[in-house]
């Protein structure tokens, strides 16, 4: 196997790797020292799954705002069980971040005097999302990816795919990885390792992701012994095409789309999220600006009463933009009116666009400290598959795409201010590890077993549905639990039909689904454990469908076992700037200090 | 470049004829075949100006030969294509900008054809003068 | 790849063509469908009287400014678009090398603009 | 659900063959898209197939192939419209890595080449640039490419001169150009300059027929060749 030795390595083109990178490098070049960086992705960087990002990224902008407000909004938004002095560091920086990407070149929308223009967004009590029309994301993954191109030091392995991290004495020495193009494998050493892989939304059926956020790195971290935090939260985006999930930013509702049920009516009402908003005139924190998770039950609950309209095979609710008028339709939401029109042959302008939730969101991930580095050091998460701790029980809209921006940059200052201090590990370990890589790539394409990955994934998906809904009971969690442990052994009795080497995908997508059945299994277990309802994470059970600060103001730790079934555990949460208080939104939440 | 495992076909002499909108733009390229055989007449009648009445009336002739009326038909017609290609072309080379807002395309089309329109007035005046 | 070499940054001469070309398309655009549709059609078919044209009336006509502006928008602009056309045709149809066919397209371009040129100078005098 | 055959141009280069058609049989109804079609066969039929896909939404730009010789994104074109004969071939005008997999190492040199990025030596600084809608509007449209090179495959000019900067490229660095907040022009310009800069299209148009983010490239190139010929007459009268 090749080796090469490189002193910061980054995992993932997509906005968390691209800015680490660019932090890596500026940090780098202020010191004036050498440093070899290596980003690494499956995919071309601009195709992270970033790109499809629409709504906007929230930072504390107009003189109304405060930072006090953001850091409110985020902890509640979170149920309490984000970190409060994470949540602390990042609404102080968010800002900064955006006004680099706007000196970057990111167009963002903008008001008539040329300043940037901010919108409302779920959950947040004030405008402060910034955005490019509905295209956020695919501009600032273009602007970093673009900016990015400015530093020859930055060396990208473009369609690269990662097969593990490389550690040595709890210290990470590396990574292994696998030329996409050639099938040649390469360990590419290294003082400091980011991983910004991404969220892990394929687990589900129906979701709002793209075929690669399959939570490849959070596997890797895990199974080298690094917790997956919170991994019961998922978050359900309450609009999502019927059929294949496309995902309808929640931007329209902040524009002042209204959500129906098939007999017209304004069933958020009944939820808690009342009274009704007049049209066209959204408050945040009512009706259809309330979070995602109350959203998504809501759906689930009118589905249960059977007041949902049906479209093709899937239950649905509609999304009323009508009122909004073509021009301003065209203008605000261009994107939004061409996925419609496209994926369901429906105009907006002229009906209500059938909508359902979907998976949307993975909030835990790779546990890390307040500096995004994970109990191996030299490694560094950051992006959606880190739990640096900002979303807790549930992740407020826009809060994800600055955070990429923040703890990227912040873990890419890391990892090159660590290189100048360490040496390479040297460990004769790091050898048999590259060679145990190539054993099971090898034992992959030679076994003759009667699985396919097709029918795994398959019943994954939809047994995670099932049983890690936007509703959870018992019964359906330990189902799925023991489905995945069915998944996990069959898994091994895999049969590939594709033995080449150049540009295997269907090697790849083996590979993913070995990565997601790890990932499920943290997930359903942490699930199954948090007796309460919190957040994102929405009990049947008698008596857990209330939260439970007395037992369960706790983050979930989940631990890797390779001889058996995963371990959990819980860790205390920081609250020291806020206790926790009940979760209201609506008329509800006036009188509630938040 | 190219890896020597990969496959990379050599676009053939014949690539226009796969797809009906290279040949629509191989048709408006050839509109200047047809101008160039008018232009050919248009020389040839300059010089026989310079010779002398009888030579000017044997241009006149050529004129009317049924082959040279078709093919300055022909040139006709690709002067009107060409025309209608063009000033498509123009408002996306050079979109114009009035009080920080572009002009629309269809505008500036019609305010082409409305020129093409002018200079034909103006013809039938030259050519109408007088008789 | 090595985009940056001093050889390969080298600007090209095509905005003087360029230039010609879209002057010439705008002239046949504007100016040779009326040109054609009189001289080529309509006289010749009868439809004007040929006394439009006779031998004094059209030594008038082009020996004189208007006539050398006639000559200029319907003859040489309209050629150096023609030109560039056939070169850019003949690259797109693989045929011939790149650098001998632009002194052929242009060159003839040239000439003939000259020797229309040289004819009125010769009838203007 | 109907079943519609549709052909894939298969290679396979570790079996040293030369390319080859494949036909299969796809179940589809209205919401079907080329995408769709190549999972299942993908997962049902023959899973050594290979293509590059990933948002399914039309934003992400990996997906592009051939549909009947016309460059798409598979995941926003669908069954429902093709009537005839289906045939998928891999982008044309690139070399072809396996199947419908094609190399974009030319793409992205390309694109670098342009230096597309904000070139403002103003500094780091604690506050966003202005910039008015009407500013922004001048370059917007431009700034909606996706990189799903399927210009270049619509492009016969790149066709024939790989080293032609391409439509996207091109557009890159004009959208930055365009951009109020810029200073980058002089920097970029020799490269639009030169002959396989912006001088090596001839308006075929056929890039902006098939950009599937109507970013109309063929515009963006050939505001370029104005923006060249400025370019040069500055520069003879400077010198
Ligand atoms: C449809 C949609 C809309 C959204 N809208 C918003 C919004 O409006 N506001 C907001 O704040 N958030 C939004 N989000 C969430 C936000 O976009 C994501 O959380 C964020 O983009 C994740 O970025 P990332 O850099 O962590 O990961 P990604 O962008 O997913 O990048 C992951 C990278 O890791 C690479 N990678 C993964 N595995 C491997 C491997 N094994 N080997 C090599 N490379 C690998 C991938 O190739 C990729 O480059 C949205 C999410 C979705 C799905
Ligand atoms: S200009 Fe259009 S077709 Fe070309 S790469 Fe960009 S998005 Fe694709
Ligand atoms: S197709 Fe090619 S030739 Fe020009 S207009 Fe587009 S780049
Ligand atoms: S899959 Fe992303 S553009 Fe088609």
């Not at chain 1, 590979?511 to 994102?536: M, Q």
């Not at chain 4, 515009?219 to 003879?236: F, H, R, T, Y």
Request: charged share 20%.
């Amino acid at each position: 196997m090749q080796e090469r030795h490189i002193d910061i390595v980054i995992v993932g083109g997509g906005g968390a790797g691209l800015r680490a990178a660019i932090a890596a490098a500026e940090s780098a070049r202020k010191e004036n020292r050498e440093q070899r960086i290596v980003m690494l992705s499956k995919v071309y960087p601009m195709r992270s799954h970033t790109v499809a990002a629409e709504g906007g990224a929230a930072a504390v902008t107009s003189a109304e705002d405060s930072l006090q407000a953001h850091f409110d909004d985020t902890v509640a938004g979170g149920d309490w069980l984000a970190e409060q002095g994470v949540v602390d560091y990042f609404i102080r920086h968010a800002h900064q971040e955006l006004v680099q990407m706007e000196r970057w070149g990111c167009p963002w929308s903008r008001k008539s005097d040329g300043s940037v223009q901010v919108r409302r967004f779920g959950g947040m009590k004030t405008a402060r999302t910034w955005f490019a029309a509905d295209k956020t994301g695919f501009h600032m993954l273009h602007t970093l990816f673009q900016t990015s191109l400015k530093y020859p030091e930055i060396e990208r392995l473009d369609e690269y795919f990662v097969l593990d991290i490389a550690v040595a004495d709890g210290t990470v020495a590396g990574v292994m990885v696998l030329e996409i193009a050639t099938g040649e494998l390469t360990l590419l050493r290294a003082k400091s390792v980011i991983l910004a892989t991404g969220g892990a939304g394929r687990l589900f059926r129906f979701n709002t992701n793209a075929g690669i956020v399959t939570g490849d790195g959070m596997a890797m971290a895990f199974r080298h012994g690094v917790a997956l935090r919170d991994m019961e939260f998922v978050q359900y985006h309450p609009t999502g095409l019927p059929g294949s999930g496309v995902l309808i930013t929640e931007a329209c509702r902040g524009e002042g789309g209204i959500l129906v049920n098939k007999n017209g009516y304004r069933y958020l009402q009944d939820y808690g999220l009342g009274p009704e908003t007049p049209l066209g005139q959204p408050q945040n924190k009512y009706m259809e600006l309330g979070p995602r998770d109350k959203l998504s039950q809501a759906f689930w609950q009118e589905q249960q009463a059977g007041r949902t309209g049906k479209f093709g095979d899937s239950d649905v609710v509609y999304l009323d933009l009508r009122h909004l008028g073509k021009e301003y339709l065209h203008e605000r939401l261009p994107f939004i009116c061409e996925l419609a029109n496209v994926f369901i042959n429906v105009d907006p302008v002229k009906e209500p666009i059938p909508i359902r939730p979907a998976v949307h969101y993975t909030m835990g991930g790779i546990e890390t400290d307040a500096h995004c580095e994970t109990r191996i050091k030299g490694l560094y998460a950051a992006g959606e598959c880190a739990s640096v701790g900002l979303h807790g029980a549930n992740r407020l809209g826009s809060n994800s795409l600055s955070e990429l921006l923040v703890f990227g940059r912040l873990a890419g200052e890391q990892a090159s201010q660590r290189v100048p201090t360490v040496p390479f590990t040297n460990s004769r370990d790091l050898k048999e590890q590259a060679q145990a890589q190539k054993t099971r790539i090898t034992q992959l394409y030679d076994a003759e077993g009667e699985e396919s990955w097709v029918e795994l994934k398959r019943e994954l998906v939809l047994s995670m549905e099932t049983g890690c809904g936007i509703y959870r009971e018992a019964k359906g969690m330990q189902a799925t639990l023991e489905k995945i442990h069915e998944l996990q052994a069959r898994y091994r009795n895999i049969r590939l039909q594709d033995k080449s080497r150049a540009y295997n995908t269907e090697l790849m997508q083996c590979l993913e689904l070995g990565y997601s059945l790890d990932i499920a299994e943290a997930t359903c277990l942490g699930a199954l454990e948090r007796k309460e309802s919190r957040g994102a994470h929405k009990r049947l059970d008698d008596g857990l469908q209330q939260r439970d600060d007395a037992n369960y103001l706790k983050h979930s730790q989940v631990f890797f076992n390779a001889e058996g079934p995963a371990r959990l555990c819980w860790q205390e949460v920081d609250t020291h700037l806020s206790a926790p208080a009940e979760r209201a939104y609506g008329d509800a939440g006036k009188g509630v200090k938040q | 470049m190219a890896k020597p495992t990969s496959y990379f076909p050599e676009l053939k002499r014949d690539w226009w004829l796969k797809h009906s909108y290279f040949k629509k733009y191989m048709a408006r390229e050839a509109t200047v075949l047809p101008l160039v055989f008018f232009v050919a007449c248009l020389l040839a009648g300059l010089y026989s100006l310079l010779q002398g009445m009888e030579s000017w009336q044997g241009w006149l002739q050529f004129m009317q030969h049924p082959m040279v009326i078709a093919l300055n038909a022909l040139a006709f017609i690709a002067s009107l294509f060409h025309a209608w290609t063009f000033f498509q072309l123009f408002p996306r080379v050079m979109p114009l900008r009035v009080a920080g807002r572009t002009l629309p395309p269809n505008l500036m089309v019609l305010g082409q054809w409305l020129g093409v329109v002018a200079v034909m007035v103006l013809a039938t005046w030259i050519f109408l003068r007088g008789l | 790849m090595s985009n940056n070499t001093s050889d390969k940054m080298k600007r090209s001469d095509e905005p003087i063509w360029w230039g010609l070309f879209s002057a010439g398309g705008v002239c046949f655009a504007v100016f040779v469908p009326a040109a054609i549709l009189f001289i080529a059609l309509l006289i010749p078919a009868g439809i004007i009287s040929t006394g439009a044209v006779s031998f004094e009336r059209a030594q008038s006509m082009v020996f004189s400014l208007p006539g050398l502006i006639f000559i200029g928008v319907v003859i040489c602009l309209p050629l150096f678009h023609a030109a560039h056309r056939i070169r850019h045709g003949l690259h797109d149809l693989k045929l011939g090398k790149e650098r001998q066919n632009k002194i052929v397209t242009y060159g003839c371009a040239a000439l003939i603009s000259a020797l229309a040129l040289v004819g009125f100078v010769i009838g203007a005098l | 659900m109907t079943i519609k055959q549709i052909s894939i141009q298969r290679y396979l280069p570790e079996q040293g063959s030369a390319p080859y058609w494949q036909e299969f049989d796809v179940p589809f109804d209205d919401s079907t898209s080329i995408l769709d079609a190549l999972n299942y066969v993908k997962e049902e039929l023959d899973g050594s197939l290979s293509y590059r896909w990933s948002c399914r939404m039309a934003i992400c730009g990996s997906c592009g192939v051939m549909v009947n010789n016309t460059p798409k994104l598979g995941c926003n074109s669908f069954l429902r419209e093709y009537q005839g004969p289906v045939k998928i071939a891999p982008l044309a005008h690139f070399p072809v890595e396996k199947d419908l997999i094609i190399d974009m190492t030319l793409f992205l040199d390309h694109l670098a080449a342009v230096q597309p990025y904000l070139i403002n030596d103003s500094g780091e600084g604690s506050d966003t640039f202005k910039q008015t809608p009407a500013q922004m509007e001048k370059y917007k449209q431009f700034s909606g490419c996706i990189n799903c090179g399927l210009c270049y495959s619509a492009c016969p000019q790149f066709g024939l001169n790989p080293e032609f900067l391409g439509p996207a490229a091109l557009t890159l660095a004009h959208r930055y150009n365009l951009d109020s907040r810029d200073q980058g022009k002089k920097q970029r310009m020799p490269q639009m300059n030169r002959e396989e800069g912006v001088w090596s299209c001839t308006f075929v148009g056929f890039c902006s027929e098939v950009c599937p983010k109507n970013v109309d490239p063929a515009a963006a190139v050939n505001q370029g060749k104005v923006e060249s010929a400025k370019d040069m007459l500055i520069g003879i009268f400077k010198s």
